[in-house]
Nanobody, 126 residues
Framework: QLQVAESGGGVVQPGGSLRLSCVASGFTLDLYDIAWFRQAPGKEREGISC????????LIADSVRGRFTISRDTAKNTVDLQMKSLKPEDKAVYFC???????????????????WGQGTEVTDSK
């Protein structure tokens, strides 16, 4: 059974850092693209970043470029999202998702992704 599970969410202060992790089971990262999405209260789900199965190519959304970094560890079958210089607008539930890779470039569009985790919440101290 294909599954992904997120961890690492928590309470952060503006300007702080947090590292989210997505562990995959039932498949390997050399065959599946992985992406991170987030959904803030009252807003639509937003694509953040993805990593391609074929060669590890990555894409990052303009809204987080320069602050967030995606990385994968094929030995551990995990994909991490390192978040720095966090802003109040980064508060959201973060999801990772997977789909069978078809091309050398991944997409951060949720319509392509078929396997989703339950999400991990990033919130502030207010």
């Amino acid at each position: 059974q294909l599954q992904v599970a997120e961890s690492g969410g928590g309470v952060v202060q503006p300007g702080g850092s947090l590292r989210l992790s997505c562990v995959a089971s039932g498949f390997t990262l050399d065959l599946y693209d992985i992406a991170w999405f987030r959904q803030a209260p009252g807003k639509e789900r937003e694509g953040i970043s993805c990593v391609s199965s074929f060669n590890g190519n990555t894409l990052i959304a303009d809204s987080v470029r320069g602050r967030f970094t995606i990385s994968r560890d094929t030995a551990k079958n995990t994909v991490d999202l390192q978040m720095k210089s966090l802003k109040p607008e980064d508060k959201a539930v973060y999801f990772c998702a997977a789909h069978r890779g078809l091309f050398s470039i991944c997409e951060i569009d949720e319509k392509y992704y078929t396997t989703w985790g339950q999400g991990t919440e990033v919130t502030d101290s207010k």
